[in-house]
């Protein structure tokens, strides 16, 4: 059998930050985890969905900006692709909590953004746009300015422009949690769906169990001060995947156990059960 590219490489990471008092605060101490290429029993590339899962500040968002290339390790390796990372890249993708359209750009100016300043050819480009414009379902608002739409409609054209240039790897820090609840199950449906089409590997951060779990292959579980992996569990459920699978009793039983590790952890940040 062909082995496996890895996708991303985590070895002794540790990060520290200076406190108000002049102490240092072990935001992360030896995180270690691999992400391989995963394969349909076809033999059809269909990538990963990882999920970070944690108490607020327990460092999900600090390892997500090292593997993004946006901060560096104070010890220890990181790889995308097995290339060392040294700094963002292209073959990397980041969305956000907080929405980043660019507010003077339209809907598809600002997918087109990313296409533009990479050299992609203006027809090719236009073809990308119109097609992931239809697959966030935003057609007809291809002309509309970011302040004119919902919280929603911003994220999905953040999530646009970040497959535009076809990232191997989506990195995604807690994109829904500013939604309320309609809107972010509404998302998750969404992300699902494009994922399926992208064959990208999603390594995503949440502290509400409810998402990580109906979202992940396998969830990250992670523990506060120091941030530390804690578990790495497999989500059983198959794909695709509807609503109706959060109200199973196999779906409840896997949540209470995650709570329960969670609860066994160190720290005492805030996770969130349900949406």
Same mark, same amino acid.
């Given at each position: 059998?062909?082995?496996?590219?890895?996708? +991303?490489?985590?070895?002794?990471?540790?990060?520290?930050?200076?406190?108000a008092d002049?102490?240092?605060?072990?935001?992360?101490?030896?995180?270690?985890?691999?992400? $391989? @290429?995963?394969?349909? =029993?076809?033999?059809?590339? +269909?990538? $990963?969905?990882?999920?970070?899962?944690?108490? !607020?500040?327990?460092?999900?968002?600090?390892? &997500?900006?090292?593997?993004?290339?946006?901060?560096?390790?104070?010890?220890?390796?990181?790889?995308?692709?097995?290339?060392?990372?040294? %700094?963002?890249?292209?073959?990397? %993708?980041?969305?956000?909590?907080?929405?980043?359209?660019?507010?003077?750009?339209?809907?598809?100016?600002?997918?087109?953004?990313?296409?533009?300043?990479?050299?992609? =050819?203006?027809?090719?480009?236009?073809?990308?746009?119109?097609?992931?414009?239809?697959?966030? %379902?935003?057609?007809g608002f291809e002309?509309?300015?970011?302040?004119?739409?919902?919280?929603?409609? /911003?994220?999905?054209?953040?999530?646009?422009?970040? &497959?535009?240039?076809?990232?191997?790897?989506?990195?995604?820090?807690?994109?829904?949690?500013? #939604?309320?609840? /309609?809107?972010? !199950?509404?998302?998750?449906?969404?992300?699902?769906?494009?994922?399926?089409?992208?064959?990208?590997? +999603? #390594?995503?951060?949440?502290?509400?169990? $409810?998402?990580?779990?109906?979202?992940?292959?396998? +969830?990250?579980?992670?523990?506060?001060?120091?941030?530390?992996?804690?578990? @790495?569990?497999?989500?059983?459920?198959?794909?695709?995947?509807?609503?109706?699978?959060?109200?199973?009793? $196999?779906?409840?039983?896997?949540?209470?156990?995650?709570?329960?590790?969670?609860?066994?952890? =160190?720290?005492?940040?805030?996770?969130?059960?349900?949406?």
């Amino acid at each position: 059998m062909e082995h496996k590219k890895s996708k +991303i490489t985590v070895r002794n990471v540790s990060r520290t930050f200076p406190s108000a008092d002049g102490q240092c605060v072990n935001a992360l101490e030896n995180i270690n985890f691999e992400i $391989e @290429d995963a394969y349909s =029993p076809a033999g059809r590339d +269909i990538g $990963e969905f990882r999920v970070l899962l944690g108490p !607020s500040g327990c460092g999900k968002s600090t390892l &997500l900006r090292l593997i993004a290339g946006l901060d560096r390790a104070d010890s220890g390796e990181v790889l995308v692709n097995d290339q060392q990372v040294s %700094g963002p890249g292209k073959d990397r %993708g980041m969305v956000f909590q907080k929405y980043t359209s660019f507010p003077w750009l339209t809907v598809a100016g600002n997918i087109a953004y990313g296409l533009k300043i990479n050299g992609v =050819p203006g027809e090719r480009a236009k073809e990308t746009v119109a097609q992931l414009i239809e697959a966030i %379902g935003l057609s007809g608002f291809e002309n509309a300015y970011p302040e004119t739409l919902s919280g929603g409609m /911003q994220q999905r054209v953040a999530i646009a422009r970040t &497959l535009a240039l076809r990232p191997s790897v989506i990195l995604m820090d807690e994109p829904f949690g500013a #939604l309320d609840a /309609q809107t972010r !199950s509404e998302m998750q449906q969404l992300l699902l769906k494009v994922w399926d089409e992208t064959a990208s590997t +999603i #390594l995503f951060v949440t502290h509400d169990v $409810e998402e990580a779990i109906y979202l992940a292959d396998r +969830i990250f579980i992670m523990s506060a001060h120091p941030g530390t992996i804690v578990e @790495d569990v497999q989500v059983p459920f198959d794909r695709p995947r509807d609503l109706g699978l959060k109200q199973r009793n $196999e779906f409840h039983d896997l949540q209470n156990y995650v709570l329960g590790r969670l609860r066994k952890a =160190p720290g005492n940040g805030q996770v969130r059960v349900s949406v």
